[in-house]
């Protein structure tokens, strides 16, 4: 084994552990790195297109990215042709930092408005089908999963696609609210913009009344893994307030939002953030919570604390950070990825009943979002140990990348052969934007830290 598979505290175990399954990319693959190693990886990585994430013409996006026969066929094979609001606004996010880092821009291959087209994709088609927000409103159609906000649409028409899909996954829908007022309360977007705006009011007001209709703090959703998963969610409560609190700044300068009959003021707003904390402070550091039971550790959780760090907005402690961070490190982190949860019998495809313990799809996700949220602890509190944790996630993260380059959604076990294989759904747009994430997030801790021995090297000359 060697060094670049230990623990930062050099104790091995099997969390510790790690299989590269790129043999190009293991040369690369250190315990610390330099920003000159980033730029290197960054080569090889665009080079190999394995972060050719891509827009439609219009903005959207699918969740297979697709690059060439095989990733359409694997896009056509299990409905990812189709557009998720989840994955198009992490992807956003992710062509966001890639936009603001001038660097980063000249190194791959991304659009700097990509990610405002991808905003207002979103934006759009919830406009064009508001009459779903509107018939809950009015009382004329149930808040289930079915009739709710549709969170999955077809990426050119934005239109529903046809049959039963649980859409009641309010973390998805707070992300384009976040990624919305986050940008506009930091002039990455104008309210001057009256194409944004048209869309923008609708979208934002005809939320936050469902919230209030619905009562968001204590309505049961799904969260990221759409099925069988009701419940009280910290990923998604944890969104929906970093989303709250961006639109209240926003209405502190800006006033009231009105569509149609309905009107939400800063007031409404700053009740509703009150509310869902007080059920975050019930749920603590658990993934979930329903009638008769819990989930203490899930990947979801990660998605919270990944928008927590992107946009520096504090709702989770450093305790509670790091609490989450450690019990998905020894509960859920394979040697191929990171499980969504114990118990997990996705295999990518279909739910495959015979898997067991320890058997669980290892996602490629995982990895990149840990260290984007370790790179953000060690920014905020200058500790080394959170450094060296944000690279040793950062090493698994480009081994998660596959031998053909690619990303896939994860690695399942293939029982015939006993063997850890990709999934079929590759290369996911999500993977590639958290890998993106990543690398911005490794430069930005290092700058920090050349930043500091420069400074540190300039106080010593002076006292000598």
Known sequence: MSALQQSVSGEVNSAAEFVVHNSSLQPLINT?????????ILSELENSRTLSITRLPNGGS???????????ASALGDNLINAWDRDSILQAIAEQAVAADEHLSERLSIQRDAWKRGLLWSLWHHCINQE???????????????????VRVNPVTGQVPAGPWNHKQHDALGF???????????????????????????????????????????????SAWEFGNSGLHLSSLGIVVLALEELLEFLSTHG?????????????????????????????SRESVWSGGSRDCDLAQLNALLLQAVSNRVLFSEQQVEEILLRIESSLVGKHGVRRFAGDVWNGRTNNATTAPGEEAQWTIGAPAISVIYGWLFRVTNQPKYLER????????????????????????????MVWVPDEN?????????????????????????????????????VA
């Open 256 to 284: 009231t939002l009105k569509y149609l009959t309905y009107e939400v003021t800063s007031a409404d707003v700053a009740s509703m953030i009150e509310k869902c904390k007080q059920s975050l402070q019930t749920i603590g």
């Open 62 to 72: 699918t969740a297979v990215t697709i690059t060439d026969t095989l990733s359409l």
């Open 176 to 222: 384009i609210l976040h990624l919305l007022f986050w940008q506009l309360n930091h002039q990455g977007l104008s309210w001057e913009d009256e194409a944004l705006k048209s869309l923008a009011v609708p979208y934002a007001t005809l939320l936050i009344k469902l919230f209030e209709k619905v009562s968001v703090w204590s309505e049961p959703d799904d």
């Open 426 to 462: 590759k290369p996911l747009a999500w993977a590639q934007s958290m890998v993106i994430l990543a690398l911005a997030a490794m430069r930005s801790s290092l700058k920090v830290k050349e930043d500091k021995v420069s400074d540190e090297a300039t106080i010593t000359a002076e």
């Open 132 to 150: 779903r927000f509107i018939r809950i409103l009015s009382g004329e159609a149930p808040a289930d999963g079915m009739n709710y906000p549709a």
């Open 390 to 417: 944000q690279a040793a996630y950062f090493s698994r993260t480009l081994a998660g990348v596959d031998a053909d380059w690619r990303l896939p959604e994860a690695y399942i076990l293939d029982k015939g052969q």
């Open 32 to 40: 610390s790195y330099q920003l000159e190693d980033i730029d290197k």
